[in-house]
């Protein structure tokens, strides 16, 4: 049986669609089963940074509702052949997933895949809370500024009591994915630092992504940053993310300081 | 003749709580008899040994129907240490006293009486064992008074803990946007952002203790302070809150 992963987050743009398809495609790249599954009903975006958008047929609520198969929906990704999309649904409504239809889907997902991965909504609602519901792991998505922190430590307090793990009274394995974090700004002040994120919400750190352009860049071109530049500094961070997932127990990388040109060619002449 | 006083101890009052049974009977009391006298074949002795106070607020009856009652109840070996809900007309001398400002206490399980049955037999005959007489077994009743609620993780934004019985601690820190409403004392071992309200059910004894003082709200006994009003050279630092008067008052604890 595979392993659920929910990414959720509670805010809205701090990344979790991003870090859904770049630590999928990173498990996937260690040649193991991987889908993503987008639970966006009608804001999916999930098959554009997976670069899928013109291949789908059918979508999540089309399986629900029992107008396709699993498998008619399920998308290959062209690069690498063991990772898959189920789309979320752009023209239905959210209302459309079911508790049950939910259930069904994500157990028959573990049945063939090792990871199912599943891109939660922004907010605290039926999207979100049906994606949180059956997973075994989540990954909670935090940029390092307050209104982001505080509602990472509300969906937290979601997972601990609305999801099934939570319900039969087991603890639910919880991961912090801190994203879009800038060293320099971190140290002049502008950013919430690292120790403080860890203090506010006390989960263990899965990894820290540094703001990058790269990430802009492969989300424009349709791929997951660990495929489009795997050599860059945020999809070294998602392989170190990824590899802790499966159960290694590496220490984190912290961001490099990043200085300007104006730095660079300053230390160079002091040197 | 002045009276000489040769003991210089004066008594000492202390006051004791009990769970009483409160038996509430209905009209007609011939057929309300006859419910009791099923319910006591079916569990023997559980009148025996506990506080049963009769609540008469509902029922319309006289002085002297109220004293028929309490006869035929006696020769069913329910002995009433207290009338509630009585209008004074309807007690007579010898009567039970009159009770007031009774809390309700849950339902008392007729099931569980049947210890008490088997507790009293020791008692009766050899051992003289006086762990076994009956009377203890009535004390060992629940005290509300001493409750307390341990939670041991964060209390996460948008979580509220409510427990009115008594004292609150938390074994890590309270967010923002969270609150912890407590009927006693307020600790919280971690940092204090979101809201705490000790003493909630009318305690003005009751404080707050945090490790770190980041604190959206305080109160106590329905007295509060803003973050904004708590002093700045507390904040962050490891502090106990308390009620002078009317007044909210924090320091630091070393």
């Known amino acids: ?271 | 003749m002045t009276k000489v006083q040769t003991d210089s101890r004066s008594i000492r009052i202390k006051g004791r709580s009990f769970l009483a049974v409160v038996l509430t009977p209905e009209l007609p009391l011939d057929q309300w008899l006859e419910r009791l006298d099923d319910l006591a074949a079916r569990s023997a002795g559980f009148f025996l040994g506990r506080p049963v106070v009769l609540d008469v607020t509902d029922l319309q009856i006289d002085r002297q129907q109220l004293g028929e009652f309490l006869a035929h109840l006696a020769e069913r070996n329910v002995r009433i240490m207290g009338i509630e809900g009585a209008r004074h007309s309807m007690i007579a001398p010898g009567m039970p006293p009159v009770l007031k400002g009774g809390r309700p206490a849950g339902d008392v399980d007729v099931a569980s009486v049947e210890p008490v049955a088997i507790a009293v037999q020791p008692a009766v005959s050899d051992s003289g064992d006086l762990q076994t007489e009956p009377q203890a077994t009535v004390l060992q009743a629940p005290r509300s008074a001493l409750q307390s609620l341990v939670i041991n993780e964060p209390v996460r934004s948008g979580q509220s803990i409510i427990f009115t019985e008594g004292d609150v601690t938390i074994v890590g820190s309270v967010a923002s946007g969270a609150e912890v409403i407590a009927g006693g004392s307020v600790h919280v071992y971690g940092t204090l952002r979101g809201r705490a309200m000790a003493g909630s059910v009318g305690n003005s004894q009751a404080r707050i203790f945090c490790r770190k003082l980041e604190a959206e709200l305080i109160a106590i006994d329905g007295i509060y302070k803003m973050a904004e009003d708590l002093p700045t050279d507390l904040l962050g630092q490891p502090v106990q809150v308390w009620l002078e008067g009317d007044a909210i008052v924090a320091g630091k604890v070393n």
């Not at chain 1, 554009?48 to 399986?63: H, P, T």
């Not at chain 1, 909504?121 to 039926?126: C, D, L, S, W, Y």
Request: proline residues 4%; glycine residues 8%; aromatic residues 4%.
């Open chain 1, 1 to 271: 049986m595979g392993k659920v992963i929910v990414v959720t987050s509670g805010k809205g743009g701090v990344g979790k669609t991003t870090s859904t398809a770049a630590l999928g495609a990173a498990l996937a790249q260690r040649n193991e089963k991987v889908v993503v599954v987008d639970f966006d009903v009608g804001l999916r975006n999930l098959d554009l940074v997976m670069g899928a958008e013109r291949r789908v047929v059918y979508d999540l609520v089309n399986v629900i509702q029992g107008d396709a198969k699993l498998t008619q929906a399920l998308i290959r990704d062209k690069r690498i052949e063991n990772l898959f999309l189920l789309p979320a649904s752009q023209t239905r409504d959210k209302d459309n997933l079911t508790p049950e239809g939910v259930e069904w889907v994500i157990n028959e997902l573990k049945r063939y895949f090792d990871w199912v991965i599943c891109d939660s909504p922004a907010g605290i609602e039926r999207g979100a809370t049906l994606a949180m519901r059956h997973a075994d792991v989540a990954v909670v998505v935090t940029n390092p500024e307050v209104s982001s922190v505080r509602d990472s430590d509300r969906i937290i307090g979601l997972l601990d009591s609305k999801t099934v793990k939570a319900e039969r009274g087991e603890r639910m394995e919880k991961h912090l994915l801190l994203t879009r974090f800038d060293q320099n700004r971190a140290a002049r002040g502008d950013m919430l630092k690292v120790e403080d994120v860890l203090e506010i919400l006390s989960i263990p750190l899965l990894g820290i992504i540094p703001e990058s352009m790269d990430v802009l860049k492969a989300s424009n071109i349709g791929a997951p940053v660990t495929i489009a530049d795997a050599k860059s500094a945020p999809a070294q961070a998602y392989f170190e993310a990824a590899r802790r997932l499966a159960g290694e127990d590496i220490p984190v990388t912290m961001p490099e300081e990043k200085r300007g040109l104006f730095g660079k060619i300053f230390s160079r002449r002091a040197a």
